[in-house]
C-alpha cells in the first residue's frame, strides 16, 4: 500500500484502480488505514466491552466508506459528518441482522456493557438467552439506531442531486430490515431477515420523497 500510495500506481490491478480513484477524488489515506486496521480488528478482537469500543471499529470498517463514497460523490465537506453517521447507522443494522452468524463465528458485535445493563451474561450469548431480556436488549439497539438514520438524513440535502436517490434507497432498504428487525427481534436467531417483495413500494417510495420532494 505504501508504494502505491506514494506512487499512484501498483501492479495489482485492483489496488491500482483503487490508488487512481483516491488520488483523483481526495480519498484521504488516513481513512484507508482506518479500514484496514478495522480488517485486522475481525482477526483478533471477538467482542468490545463499551459502546466506545465498538465505535473504533465501526468508524474503519463503515464511517470511513460513507466518507470516501462522499469524496467520490463529490459533496462538500459540510455533509461528511452526515456520511459517517449513515456508515455507521447501516453497520449497526448489519450487527444486529447478524447476530445469528457472528455468534456461529465467535463474534458478539453489540456492546458487552448493553448485555450486562439487560441481565444477559456475555458467556450464555446464543438462541437460549432469555427471550425477555433479549428483547429489551434489542429494543434498545434499534431506538439508538433508528436516531442514527434519522440524523444521517439531515445531510441528504449535501449529496449531489444525481446521486441522492441512491443514498436515500439505500438507507430506507436498511431501515426497512430494522423495522422487520423489531417486530420480531428473535428472529434474527434463525432466520437471516430481510426485505420481502411487499416492502420495496415503500421503500421506493420513501426514498423519492427523501430525495426529491422534501
Not at 453489540?110 to 434489542?138: K, N, T, Y
Request: with cysteine.
Amino acid at each position: 500500500m505504501d508504494f502505491a500510495w506514494s506512487r499512484g500506481t501498483s501492479r495489482e490491478p485492483v489496488l491500482r484502480c483503487f490508488v487512481r480513484v483516491a488520488r483523483q477524488h481526495g480519498i484521504e489515506r488516513p481513512w484507508v488505514e482506518a479500514f484496514l486496521d478495522s480488517m485486522e480488528m475481525d482477526l483478533t478482537v471477538s467482542c468490545y466491552p463499551r459502546y466506545s469500543d465498538l465505535e473504533r471499529y465501526v468508524y474503519g470498517s463503515a464511517e470511513v466508506v460513507g466518507l470516501m463514497m462522499a469524496r467520490v460523490m463529490r459533496a462538500p465537506d459540510a455533509g461528511l459528518g452526515h456520511a459517517r453517521l449513515l456508515g455507521h447507522a447501516m453497520q449497526t443494522t448489519n450487527f444486529l441482522r447478524d447476530v445469528a452468524e457472528d455468534h456461529a463465528r465467535g463474534r458478539i458485535y453489540i456492546p458487552l456493557e448493553d448485555l450486562h445493563r439487560f441481565g444477559i451474561d456475555p458467556s450464555s450469548w446464543g438462541p437460549g438467552v432469555p427471550e425477555g431480556r433479549f428483547r429489551a436488549l434489542m429494543a434498545h439497539q434499534i431506538r439508538r439506531n433508528m436516531r442514527q438514520y434519522m440524523e444521517a438524513h439531515q445531510g441528504l440535502r449535501y449529496v449531489p442531486p444525481a446521486c441522492r436517490f441512491g443514498v436515500a434507497l439505500a438507507s430506507f432498504s436498511y431501515q426497512s430490515v430494522l423495522y422487520r428487525i423489531s417486530r420480531d427481534p428473535v428472529s434474527v436467531w434463525h432466520n437471516r431477515v430481510k426485505n420481502a417483495r411487499g416492502d420495496y413500494p415503500p421503500v421506493l417510495w420513501r426514498a423519492a420523497y427523501a430525495a426529491f420532494m422534501a
